[in-house]
Nanobody
Framework: QVQLVESGGGLVQAGGSLRLSCAAS????????MGWFRQAPGKEHDFVAS????????YYADSVKGRFTIFRDNAKNTVYLQMNSLRPEDTAVYYC????????????????WGQGTQVTVSS
């Protein structure tokens, strides 16, 4: 059974940085895509970034491009989201997700979700 466990959230001032981690277990993730979504209070889940576990290719939402970096450590079965130059509008619960096959920006394509980690950016 696939398990995704996020960590690394917290409170940070605007302009600061945080690194989120997603420890993946339960299967071999070759051929899978891993993604990060976020949900601000009262809003829908928004796509943030994704990475192909096999090739390492990445894709980003325009709102985070140039500030956030998604990368993986195959040996540790862990995916990371390095977030720099954080803004108050980045405040949300961040979720790690997984799907078999190609990357996608659509929430409904991802069948596996972690429990989420809160990121709060103060102004």
């Amino acid at each position: 059974q696939v398990q995704l466990v996020e960590s690394g959230g917290g409170l940070v001032q605007a302009g600061g940085s945080l690194r989120l981690s997603c420890a993946a277990s339960g299967r071999t993730f070759s051929g899978y895509a891993m993604g990060w979504f976020r949900q601000a209070p009262g809003k829908e889940h928004d796509f943030v970034a994704s990475i192909s576990w096999t090739s390492g290719s990445t894709y980003y939402a325009d709102s985070v491009k140039g500030r956030f970096t998604i990368f993986r450590d195959n040996a540790k079965n862990t995916v990371y989201l390095q977030m720099n130059s954080l803004r108050p509008e980045d405040t949300a619960v961040y979720y790690c997700t997984s799907k078999y096959g190609a990357q996608s920006t659509e929430k409904r394509r991802y069948g596996y979700w972690g429990q989420g980690t809160q990121v709060t950016v103060s102004s």
